[in-house]
């Protein structure tokens, strides 16, 4: 008989933090969706939540709306201090999936200290893609009022134009053109490279999985990476 125990199920199995990161498409909040409703724990975007605060109108919404539009980040202050008001919802009790945070070095050392009231460390999954294809995943990205993501290239509605699930109209972000995409890269080689590094070279919770392969089989390696990184830490 085998002395070694299976993994878990992903039913009885709570992942805790986990940091999903890579560059502007590479498809975060594709999986990040996929992932909350396979583990029951919420999705957190940085750019969901900048782009209702600039929907109603707040005080940061007004001060994003204008760096998003140009491809620039928040600075590190307005943006930590939006988490933390999200870490305070219930819902974050057992842990969650950040997306598209943290983007700077500044952001990645705030949410360390935010991180001792988790019992379970964070795990960080860096998703890559060629550049070249990120292109299109950013142009032909179209998305739906309440956030779901299609892709006109490659994750057609069934409907052109049209929400499968609630029948709403898709929009295209303002940011999603080729020239902001260029800009948004810069930022991305500029500050958010060097937190893959931090992750990759500190603690040892980090996976690197394919992003230029169908989503469910995506999806399928990120899980296998946390369920071997919780329960064999430094080995996936
Ligand atoms: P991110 O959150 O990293 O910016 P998204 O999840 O919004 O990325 O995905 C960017 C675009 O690429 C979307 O239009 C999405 O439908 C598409 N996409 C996501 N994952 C894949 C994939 N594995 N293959 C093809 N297209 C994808
Ligand atoms: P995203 O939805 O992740 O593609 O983010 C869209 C835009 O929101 C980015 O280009 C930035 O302008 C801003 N943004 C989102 N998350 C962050 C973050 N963690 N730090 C700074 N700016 C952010």
Redesign the pocket.
């Given at each position: 008989m085998s002395m070694h125990k299976p993994l878990p199920d992903a039913n009885d199995f709570l992942p805790g933090p986990v940091l999903l990161l890579?560059a502007?498409?590479?498809?975060?909040?594709?999986?990040a969706k996929l992932l909350m409703e396979e583990f029951g724990i919420p999705q957190i975007s940085t750019g969901d939540l900048l782009r209702e605060n600039r929907k109603n109108r707040t005080s940061l919404g007004m001060i994003a709306d204008e760096l998003m539009s140009k491809g620039q980040l928040v600075p590190d202050d307005l943006v930590n201090d939006m988490v933390a008001e999200r870490f305070k919802d219930p819902d974050t009790e057992h842990g969650y999936i950040l997306?598209?945070y943290p983007r700077t070095i500044g952001q990645a050392q705030w949410l360390d200290t935010q991180l001792v009231a988790y019992m379970l460390p964070v795990v960080a999954v860096n998703i890559v893609v060629p550049q070249q294809v990120l292109l299109e995943?950013?142009t032909?990205?179209?998305i739906s009022p309440a956030g779901r993501?299609?892709?006109i290239y490659?994750?057609r509605p069934k409907q052109d134009g049209i929400c499968d699930v609630d029948g709403s109209t898709l929009e295209q972000r303002k940011d999603d053109t080729e020239e902001v995409f260029y800009e948004r890269m810069k930022a991305f080689d500029a500050k958010t490279a060097a937190v893959i590094e931090y992750y990759r070279t500190h603690g040892g919770r980090f996976a690197e999985v394919n992003?230029d392969?169908?989503?469910e089989t995506?999806t399928g390696e990120i899980r296998a990476a946390l369920l071997k990184l919780r329960h064999h830490p430094d080995q996936a």
């Open positions: 890579g502007p498409g590479v498809g975060k909040g594709t999986q997306d598209g995943r950013i032909g990205r179209r993501i299609y892709n490659t994750n992003g392969q169908p989503v995506v």
